[in-house]
């Protein structure tokens, strides 16, 4: 099973910035994307942005458009999310997600792949 490590994370204020990464540890070739998803204590995990390997076409949540950027390095097979203009609702748990086939996506959104990493906390102070 793939392995999914996520880096970066911590506090910040309301309208501050924050970047998260996510190292793979490798990359089927049946894999459409990769992606962020969060989950907030007593919520269920939503989608937040993902990426796909080959197009680099993007997806994002309507709550994060303009403000959040995922990016990826090939040779690193690492993604990226970049978070700005951060606000408290956004305090959670952000996960990185593996293994999103090109049939989980559609329109602005994708439902999440196979692999999950052990996620990361985000904290936006107010």
């Known amino acids: 099973q793939v392995q999914l490590v996520e880096s970066g994370g911590g506090t910040a204020q309301a309208g501050g910035t924050l970047s998260l990464s996510c190292q793979t540890s490798?990359?089927?070739?049946?894999?459409?994307?990769m992606g962020w998803f969060r989950q907030a204590p007593g919520k269920e995990r939503e989608f937040v942005a993902a990426i796909a390997w080959k197009t680099r076409s993007t997806f994002y949540a309507d709550s994060v458009k303009g403000r959040f950027t995922i990016s990826k390095d090939d040779v690193k097979n690492e993604v990226y999310l970049e978070m700005k203009d951060l606000k408290p609702e956004g305090t959670t748990v952000y996960y990185c997600n593996g293994e999103i086939h090109r049939g989980y996506c559609a329109g602005d959104k994708c439902h999440h792949g196979r692999d999950w990493g052990r996620g990361t906390q985000v904290t936006v102070s107010s």
């Open positions: 490798e990359r089927t070739f049946t894999t459409y994307a």
